[in-house]
């Protein structure tokens, strides 16, 4: 028993309603959509084809191709840099390189893609050095490669990210026993690292997975032609030049059915161990010396891999008329909303994945009756698909919704806020979710001894030991928020504008230069944001008995 | 929490509410986004029109021409547009079908749009021809013709649009067909080798070809004019193609619903004559379609005049889009 009877009540009902409302929220535009579709007014040439037809396979074998080699390249590439990153904890620059980790998530993916093509590009970097060494024609990226590298730019550091949070989880104990052991790192990996890792692993790859799955501009841009097209196009292409929006409904259906199956099987590998008891002592990595120099290396490399697009981001962006822009109206009023909505959306965000989070915790702890098991089942998963369901649709679907009550446009805020908060959710629940649980197992049954439960357990007991994962997770679904642009364009300006809306306004008038400011600014701010959650401890990470 | 959020929400409707005082009469018009950016058209249309109609017009922009339609589809008959401009002829058979538009009844004269389009719904305001801008500091013999084009050196790259996604891809589509006909497939099969990539939209090539990973790219032969005009820079220029140009026509139109139609035919009027035109070029950096109270900047002068212009029938174009996007698929998708 780790929660008290009034905890319980209170996570029961939290739990019922962040299920109802997210149930509620995609439902009802999905049902909107449907129910449109049958008014008739499905006259573009694409209405009435057949679901499954050649295409449709072909670009759902694609999609999945596609997502599923980038995940497994950037999981596994993820691995021994997170080991590396783990090991050498007073490696120069290291908690800048976590801190970049958070600013690919914010850039729209226009912006990243040229980033990206300035390095690997025709022209790029890459090439140029090839030029050096003799190589007469530029190497192409156009194609699969230039989808995986993208892919990998993205999801890597987020991998990274989430595996050195659960390498530091590890009890300092265990590094000081395995130095006394005299473990080598064979069995270091074995015995220490791989239960870890193992455990957070399908976690991380469901999402990187989810988030290739559903990439658009990316595999449409690098993909070099047609034959790289993902559902995700097909969805929009049913929404918007062929006006099917139950063809986009049951598109949307159908990515979510074949990856919610294979997040399924994946769900299968990860297996909740026990977890290490631990007095809350800093971490040593004593293992850390012999190994200086490779894990340097590694580090080096995926930094380079990392940095290097966001370096050629910004400068661009350094050509940027930043005199004028800092006196630009429109980027003043369209900062102000992207903050205001990005705060309010990671607040929404966090706000659901709590009772996500808490009630399977709650169900495994025993005290679970056959309501609590299958909220607990079904929270987790539906936190996850919320990611495959395409903002395009539920935006289009609360439009028709709210032009019944008048002016859509009032409503433009509070829908793109919840959306975001809603694609925030997988990864705001794979921060806090592992966090969470660790914490649990080491303080929930001794705060329950004491009596300490409800506010004042959340105040005293989980707060300053959760603090970095909720910033994190903060910092997570700001920057997600900050880089959208999705569910504007449904609803169009009506002074309703955001950095990423603006960014592609000015850059379809040619006003590159201002684009690439405006990109800077984003990469800025989702930087600043991970600031707070990478602050260096000043007290031990846990205050345990001897803190 | 709680305290938070709902200072977040207050915050939010502050920056965001829209001053909602009654005027004397309203006129909506929809359009696309650019159209009323700070440096388009729009304030200085709103600015003049007010001037003489006694009246307020209030813009609502969507991303693009595509989405106009899609929400005016979405609201049907509960739309709120008088007006609605920035729809293209690709998308005049399906506008007209929603069945939301009523014949303007004007015969504006000094409309001259090449290919001569006329229509009893929709009046033309621009134009532009689809055309391949190259970069003349990297490409020293630039195509002539779209058979040049097609047979090129593979070597040298151009990027295009998607013509499931965007209008120019759209447009590249109907060029290729209107000039080889049956012979399409073939012709794209040969230009496949040069196309370095198949972007989403517009923005997303142009920056590919500004950032120098290609020296061609499918846009407009007015593209040129901005970079002399806005950035004293020559480097990029339009290729004539003896074949002809296809041609992309941006036209406006009054709605059935229209609260005070004599208001937006008056607006239509407007649109068509001088004042709206002169407006046009330097702001939309397209083509105007009736007279300018000036001749034209000197970087107009130098652009592109292409001597045959080719355009498909709104209704040949929709009877066709699915079919021809499937043959270009096939070709395009395979390896």
Redesign the interface.
């Known amino acids: 028993m780790i929660f008290a009877r009034a905890e319980r009540r209170t996570l029961d009902i939290a739990g019922a309603l962040a299920l109802g409302g997210v149930l509620a929220f995609v439902g009802v535009a999905t049902a909107v959509l449907l129910g449109h579709a049958g008014s008739g007014s499905g006259a573009g040439a694409g209405a009435g084809a057949p679901l499954f037809d050649a295409y449709i396979l072909r670009v759902a074998r694609f999609t999945f191709l596609q997502a599923a080699l980038s995940t497994l390249l950037s999981v596994a590439l993820a691995i021994p840099v997170a080991r590396a990153l783990a090991r050498q904890r007073a490696f120069l620059g290291r908690v800048w390189i976590l801190r970049l980790s958070a600013v690919p998530l914010g850039l729209p993916a226009l912006v990243a893609a040229l980033g990206i093509i300035e390095i690997w590009g025709r022209q790029g970097v890459v090439n140029d050095l090839l030029r050096l060494a003799g190589l007469q024609n530029p190497v192409s990226v156009y194609g699969l490669t230039g989808i995986l590298i993208a892919h990998v730019f993205f999801n890597l550091p987020l991998a990274v990210r989430f595996l050195v949070a659960a390498l530091e989880r590890i009890p300092a104990e265990y590094w000081l026993s395995s130095a006394n052991l005299g473990m080598g790192g064979g069995a270091v990996f074995r015995l220490i690292e791989w239960p870890v890792i193992r455990r957070v692993l399908p976690g991380i790859a469901g999402l990187v997975f989810m988030l290739c799955a559903t990439s658009f501009t990316l595999v449409l841009t690098l993909g070099g032609g047609p034959a790289a097209t993902t559902i995700e196009v097909a969805i929009y292409q049913a929404l918007r030049f062929d006006f099917d929006p139950a063809r986009a409904v049951l598109l949307a259906f159908l990515q979510i059915a074949v990856t919610g199956l294979l997040l399924f099987v994946l769900s299968l590998f990860g297996r909740p161990q026990d977890e290490g008891v631990t007095a809350g002592r800093a971490i040593r990595r004593f293992d850390g010396r012999r190994r200086r120099v490779t894990d340097g290396l590694v580090i080096l490399a995926f930094t380079l891999f990392t940095a290097a697009p966001l370096l050629a981001t910004l400068v661009s962006g350094l050509a940027a008329d930043f005199g004028r822009l800092a006196l630009d109206p429109t980027l003043h009023r369209a900062l102000l909303t992207s903050l205001a909505i990005s705060l309010a959306s990671a607040s929404l965000s966090l706000a659901i994945a709590l009772p996500v989070v808490l009630v399977p915790q709650l169900a495994e702890s025993g005290a679970a009756g056959p309501a609590r098991l299958i909220m607990a089942g079904v929270l987790p998963a539906v936190g996850s698909l919320i990611l495959l369901v395409p903002p395009v649709v539920v935006a289009t679907g609360w439009f028709l919704m709210l032009r019944l009550f008048g002016e859509t446009g009032r409503f433009a805020p509070a829908i793109v806020t919840v959306i975001n908060a809603l694609m925030a959710l997988p990864f705001v629940v794979r921060v806090l979710g592992p966090a969470y649980r660790t914490h649990l197992a080491r303080t929930a049954r001794l705060a329950l001894s004491l009596g300490i439960t409800g506010r004042r357990r959340l105040v005293t007991i989980d707060w300053p030991a959760l603090k970095k994962p909720f910033l994190t997770a903060f910092a997570f679904a700001m920057a997600l928020s900050l880089g959208d642009l999705g569910a504007v364009a449904i609803f169009g300006a009506e002074g309703f504008v955001t950095l990423p809306w603006l960014l592609y306004s000015r850059m379809a008038s040619y006003r590159t230069a201002d684009a690439a400011g405006i990109a800077l600014i984003l990469g800025v701010l989702c930087l600043l944001l991970t600031l707070p959650s990478t602050a260096p401890d000043r007290a031990p990470e846990r205050p345990g008995p001897d803190a | 929490?709680r305290t938070?959020?709902s200072t977040?929400?207050t915050?939010?409707?502050v920056?965001?509410a829209?001053p909602a005082s009654a005027q004397e009469k309203t006129l909506t018009v929809y359009t696309y986004?650019?159209f009323?950016?700070?440096?388009?058209p729009g304030p200085k249309v709103k600015e003049e029109f007010e001037k003489t109609c006694g009246c307020k017009v209030e813009?609502?922009?969507?991303?693009?021409g595509?989405?106009l339609?899609?929400?005016l589809?979405?609201?049907?008959e509960?739309t709120k547009a008088d007006v609605v401009l920035g729809l293209d002829t690709n998308l005049i058979a399906?506008a007209k079908?929603?069945g939301l538009f009523e014949a303007h009844g004007l015969s504006p004269k000094d409309l001259t749009v090449p290919g001569g389009f006329s229509d009893d719904t929709f009046l033309p305001y621009d134009y532009g021809h689809f055309a391949v801008v190259y970069d003349s500091e990297t490409l020293k013999n630039p195509p002539t013709s779209l058979k040049d084009l097609v047979e090129g050196d593979p070597?040298e790259?151009i990027v295009i649009e998607?013509p499931?996604?965007s209008t120019p891809g759209l447009g590249l589509l109907l060029w290729v067909k209107s000039v080889y006909g049956d012979k399409a497939p073939e012709a794209w099969e040969k230009l496949?080798r040069r196309?370095?990539?198949?972007?989403?939209?517009?923005?997303?090539a142009?920056?590919?070809f500004?950032?120098?990973?290609?020296p061609m790219v499918l846009s407009y032969t007015t593209?040129p004019a901005?970079?002399v005009i806005?950035e004293k820079n020559e480097r990029y220029k339009a290729a004539a193609f003896s074949e002809g140009h296809y041609i992309q026509i941006e036209v406006a139109g009054l709605t059935r619903t229209a609260g005070d139609k004599a208001l937006a035919r008056q607006f239509l009027t407007y649109m068509t004559g001088p004042d709206f035109q002169s407006i046009i070029p330097e702001t939309n950096?397209m083509m105007p379609a009736g007279k300018t109270r000036d001749p034209l900047p000197a970087a107009f002068d130098a652009l592109v005049k292409p001597e045959k212009t080719f355009l498909m029938s709104p209704e040949e174009v929709?009877a066709n889009?699915?079919a021809w996007i499937?043959e270009?698929?096939a070709v395009?998708?395979?390896?």
């Open positions: 929490m938070l959020l977040l929400v915050a939010l409707a920056c965001v829209v986004e650019s009323i950016a700070e440096w388009g813009w609502v922009g969507v991303a693009d595509v989405e339609l899609t929400r589809k979405l609201e049907g509960g399906e079908a929603t070597a790259k998607d499931r996604t496949k196309v370095l990539t198949v972007t989403p939209g517009w923005s997303e142009y920056g590919l500004t950032k120098g990973e290609a593209s901005y970079h806005a950096w929709a889009r699915k499937d270009w698929l395009m998708s395979a390896k």
